[in-house]
């Protein structure tokens, strides 16, 4: 089994772009248990809500070149990825 990741959007920072949408989009939610999401088991992706803020599909996803295409791509850095587990940063690099 691969890495996998911690995805966030930090809400307060979105202007709601959509270049992450349009990089890696996102498809169906992932199924949930109790009302808590199970999380993606291959790729993650984002999408965006009615009032046009960004949302990662899954809050974990499996290591994924598209969701840090993402990341890097958003205007105002407001996609943070972590190593789910350890908690190292991937995106944005520590200073």
């Known amino acids: 089994m691969g890495e996998r ?7 307060s ?3 709601g772009s959509g270049m992450c949408a349009a ?4 498809g169906t939610p992932p199924a949930t248990a109790g009302g808590a999401s199970t999380g993606s088991k291959t790729g993650g992706g984002f999408r965006l809500d009615a009032a046009r803020q960004s949302h990662p599909v899954a809050p974990e996803t499996d ?3 598209n969701v840090l295409a993402a990341a890097e791509g958003c205007p105002v850095e407001a996609i943070t990825i972590t190593v789910a587990g350890t ?9």
């Not at 990089?23 to 996102?26: C, I, K, L």
């Not at 908690?87 to 200073?95: A, C, K, M, W």
């Open 13 to 15: 920072v979105c202007i």
């Open 63 to 65: 290591a994924d070149e």
């Open 23 to 26: 990089t890696a989009p996102g």
């Open 5 to 11: 990741w911690r995805v966030e959007v930090d809400r």
């Open 87 to 95: 908690g190292e940063r991937v995106f944005p690099p520590e200073e």
